[in-house]
């Protein structure tokens, strides 16, 4: 059984419902014990104040050390990180292998972005100096999602602990193992207990770390959560909120030279991650007409001879979705879109083998009406038949959200017209929209996030700039019309 809180450096048997998760792959138990009470989330508020001072006075190269040395340990673990995030959400082992690679990697780009972005700088004046240094906010609480359980809290909390926060974090109830390999190599790098603090559970603990005494809140998942969070926060700006929310995202293919590349391009927009990426193209507009006909002939090719399977099966490009839930859920949103015009050229259907296996799926949805704008998290893609240029922008922009899009084509013009006018945070030419550098902002704008965008720039929500004028000593002022 494993221990639900991880509490001022010790974990303990949680105190709150039991819950387990299943291998959505295999049907095995992979993560099952007792949730974190709300009594434990708030001791672990408590520890996180508590070790605020000394860490946050602690020098910023020291702390900077202790998480090259996580890095270290992460990288040391990569096999055991990548078996236990695909144990738990289905994820093709080599897909978590990267993952892991990505943990690692995110600690050497945050430490440069904190130096860059929320670093210190002085300089002289008339009366004396002028310096710019950034403060911590606090205690920060940290909502895991399970589509990517460690790389993405890890983004959050790498910079909020280089700024000189600690930390609540709450994994995803869907991908809980990976947490526990987080908090052991924080504690060979020698992070001070309290600093960082871990309550599993689902609703019921995430309520609990909602209402206590943090200073911030740093969230990837849905837009519905996103969006109960942000008013749960209404009225509080004290509370620093980075929300990440995903998208309904858009990629225009438009005469390029090669119809197979294009394919390719679409297709892995698509249905990487078995399409559990926030940036997954879910809507794809191409011309009416020969060219329009063979992109699409053979994006349905693609969908056809993906090879699914289990997580530790040799050569598979897909595994399962993360639950059989997640399965129906993305059967369901099919079905509705056929009910609404859509005509389904490759289905997505659940597999023999049971759990969250599904096919990829197309659907034609160009003589569909009110398809609702939402984010299907799962390999089903959505083709548009238009009959220009500018019916395809209008609609790829025809969305709440914003977080990624794409164009495919040879024409430079067309990519200074995507350019200019796409709303979209990540906007990618000839190039998968799933593509994304930890060296760059993460984010966009609408539905898909607060305009704190995570990645390199998550420095900028992780710290308060202070500005300060500074005189050896008191003088008078002589101020025009000012008593002498």
């Given amino acids: 059984m494993a221990k639900g809180a991880y509490l001022s450096g010790k974990w303990q048997d949680g105190e709150g419902d039991w819950f387990e998760k299943t291998c959505p792959a295999t049907g095995e138990t992979s993560w099952e014990g007792q949730a974190a009470s709300p009594a434990q989330v708030n001791t672990a508020i408590e520890a996180a104040h508590a070790a605020g001072p000394a860490w946050r006075h602690m020098p910023q190269h020291d702390r900077t050390h202790i ?23 289905g994820k093709a082992k080599w897909d978590s292998l990267n993952e892991a690679g990505a943990m690692k990697g995110k600690i050497a780009v945050s430490i440069k972005a904190q130096v860059e972005r929320a670093g210190g700088r002085s300089g002289e004046t008339a009366f004396g100096a002028a310096h710019l240094t950034h ?18 809290p890890n983004g959050h909390i790498i910079p909020a602990l280089l700024a000189g926060n600690t930390c609540v974090f709450k994994p995803s109830e869907l991908a809980p193992s990976v947490a526990a390999i987080m908090v052991e190599c924080f504690e060979a790098a020698g992070l001070p207990e309290g600093v ?40 509080r700006p004290d509370v620093i909120l980075a929300l990440e929310m995903g998208g309904n995202n858009p990629l225009i293919v438009w005469d390029p030279a090669d119809v197979e590349a294009a394919a390719d391009i679409a297709a892995q927009s698509a249905y990487l991650s078995t399409g559990q990426r926030c940036t997954c193209a879910r809507r794809v507009f191409v011309p009416e007409g020969k060219f329009g006909d063979a992109v699409v002939e053979a994006i349905v090719e693609r969908a056809r001879g993906l090879r699914i399977g289990a997580w530790d099966e040799d050569d598979i490009f ?16 099919q079905t509705m879109l ?5 005509k389904p050229l490759r289905r997505l259907k659940r597999m023999d083998r049971g759990g969250g296996f599904v096919t990829a799926g197309v659907i034609d949805v160009t003589n569909a009406s009110n398809i609702p704008d939402e984010e ?23 969305t709440r959200f914003g977080l990624s899009g794409g164009l495919v084509s040879d024409e430079d013009a067309l990519w200074l017209k995507v350019h200019n006018e796409l709303r979209a945070g990540i906007l990618n030419r000839n190039r998968p929209t799933v593509g994304a550098a930890g060296n760059m902002p993460f984010g966009g704008p609408g539905l898909s996030g607060n305009f704190r965008p995570g990645a390199y720039y998550a420095a900028d929500y992780c710290a308060w700039p202070q500005a300060s004028q500074v005189a050896d000593k008191a003088g008078r002022l002589g101020a025009q019309g000012f008593p002498k």
């Fill in 196 to 235: 960082l603090n871990v309550v599993h559970g689902g609703r019921q603990t995430g309520a609990a770390l909602l209402d206590g005494d943090i200073n911030g809140l740093l969230f990837t998942g849905s837009a519905k959560t996103g969006m109960a969070f942000h008013r749960h926060f209404a009225g």
């Fill in 338 to 342: 056929s009910k609404a015009g859509g």
């Fill in 67 to 89: 998480l090259e040395a996580y890095a270290e340990e992460i990288g040391k673990r990569s096999e055991e990180i990548a078996q236990a995030i695909s144990r738990d959400m």
């Fill in 376 to 398: 299907l998290f799962g390999p089903l893609m959505q083709v548009c038949r238009v009959k220009d240029f500018d019916t395809a922008l209008a609609r790829a922009n025809d």
């Fill in 135 to 152: 403060r911590p906010h606090g205690v920060m609480g940290v909502f895991g999602p399970f589509n990517f359980p460690g790389h993405l």
């Fill in 318 to 333: 897909m595994g399962p979705l993360v639950s059989e839930d997640a399965a129906q859920a993305a059967v369901d949103f």
